[in-house]
């Protein structure tokens, strides 16, 4: 699918960017249901990376990339086969919704892996919380490749997710 600035509409960059951070959510949640649940350090990381989301998206940008997400936004523009040619505006609402679409990823990786506490007990019970589809958006990158890779030390370390 391609894009440019003449044909990016909101909704688009929402549906592009909610596809990109549902293809991230099922492989984060299939490697916590294979290796277990992220403990300790790797945990602290997970959640250090949400409270840090929870800055502004300027704040966020600055904190957490040495160009202002102009890679993060190149990067993800890739992935999903939309042209770098977008106008500010447009740019600007594309990380805009990364900004979102990222914390709500954190929030649901955190939520998941919190699942696995408890043991349910109820019959039919699932052993585990079922898992996204796969194939939904390009799954051939991780969640961690949409940030500036020096920025991202803790994300990485986090999700333990590897290219």
């Not at 800055?55 to 940008?61: G, H, I, Q, R, V």
């Not at 600055?62 to 993060?72: F, H, S, V």
């Amino acid at each position: 699918m391609s894009a440019s600035q003449q044909t990016m509409h909101y909704d688009d960059i929402r549906q592009h960017v909610r596809d990109d951070f549902i293809n991230s959510l099922s492989k984060f949640k299939e490697r916590v249901s294979v290796d277990g649940p992220m403990e300790g350090s790797r945990l602290d990381s997970l959640k250090a990376s949400r409270e840090l989301a929870d800055e502004p998206l300027d704040d966020f940008l600055e904190i957490t990339t040495t160009d202002g997400g102009d890679a993060l936004l190149s990067a993800f523009c890739e992935r999903r086969g939309i042209t770098d040619d977008l106008n500010p505006e447009v740019r600007g609402l594309v990380q805009q919704e990364l900004h979102k679409g990222y914390k709500s990823f954190l929030d649901e990786a955190i939520k998941f892996n919190a699942s696995f506490e408890d043991i349910d007990l109820k019959p039919g019970a699932l052993v585990r919380p079922p898992l996204l589809p796969v194939g939904q958006g390009d799954t051939q990158r991780s969640c961690y490749e949409l940030c500036d890779p020096t920025a991202t030390t803790l994300l990485v370390l986090a999700l333990g997710l590897r290219s």
